[in-house]
């Protein structure tokens, strides 16, 4: 089992619908949660932080995380065609230090017009 | 403005001929990470710097070196390239204890 999976995709949404991508994770002592966004030949931005159970929202973003069921996911609203990339789940593992992050593969996204 | 630094963007190199790739930041980050990076592929972290202590991944191959001469800097030494290693290479930063990761914008290196 890896440790972060992520369905590859793609997933295809028209624009200004509601995109949903989820990430599962393996180890049950994780604390801390990230939500990177990577265009095609660029370098992984973040978009979004989650440390506690619940929603966090920011613009167009929320982030949900439900650690009793070791899942962690991101909403975009109102979808853009600039939303289209790879969205990278990444979790940081309990016991690790100076924030060592596991990646899953990134889940591809693209919004039609 | 603050930030991540690499050179170069692209690197071409041949065959076993040994390669550096270069970080630098003006963050102030105590922490500096190189990952590799391949297509569809999630980032794999090689090793990372606590200030001047190295930690190397145990599956990290010995083919791989870091150098970090002060806070700003941080190197990649590539000894003897081969075709597997062609990839993205990307340097990030954190915060000491700090948990959020900046990345530079990358290196991509094609062996030949």
């Known amino acids: 089992q890896k440790e972060v999976e992520q369905n590859s995709g793609p997933l295809s949404v028209p624009e200004g619908a509601i995109a949903s991508l989820n990430c599962t994770y393996s180890?049950?002592?994780?604390?801390?949660f990230f939500w990177y966004r990577q265009y095609s030949g660029k370098s992984p931005e973040l978009i979004m932080s989650?440390?506690?159970?619940g929603d966090k929202e920011d613009g167009r973003f929320t982030a949900q995380l439900n650690k009793a069921s070791q899942y962690v996911s991101l909403l975009i609203r109102d979808s853009q065609p600039s939303d289209s990339a790879t969205y990278l789940c990444?979790?940081?593992?309990?016991?690790?230090?100076?924030?060592?992050?596991?990646f899953g593969q990134g889940t591809i996204l693209t919004v039609h017009p | 403005d603050a930030m991540v630094i690499q050179n170069p963007r692209y690197q071409v190199t041949q065959f076993g001929k040994p390669v550096t790739l270069s970080c630098s930041q003006t963050l102030n980050h105590n922490v500096m990470y190189w990952y590799q990076q391949k297509s569809s592929q999630a980032p794999k972290l090689l090793f990372h710097?606590?200030?001047?202590?190295?930690?190397n991944e145990a599956d990290t191959p010995d083919n791989f070196q870091s150098r970090r001469p002060n806070t700003s800097f941080c190197f990649l030494d590539i000894r003897s390239p081969g075709l597997g290693d062609a990839a993205m290479y990307l340097c990030?930063?954190?915060?000491?204890?700090?948990?959020?990761?900046?990345f530079g914008p990358g290196t991509r290196l094609l062996v030949l």
């Open positions: 990030a930063t954190s915060r000491d204890n700090g948990l959020t990761q900046y």
């Open positions: 180890d049950r002592g994780s604390q801390s």
């Open positions: 989650i440390y506690s159970n």
């Open positions: 710097y606590y200030d001047k202590d190295f930690n």
């Open positions: 990444a979790v940081r593992p309990g016991g690790t230090s100076y924030g060592k992050l596991t």
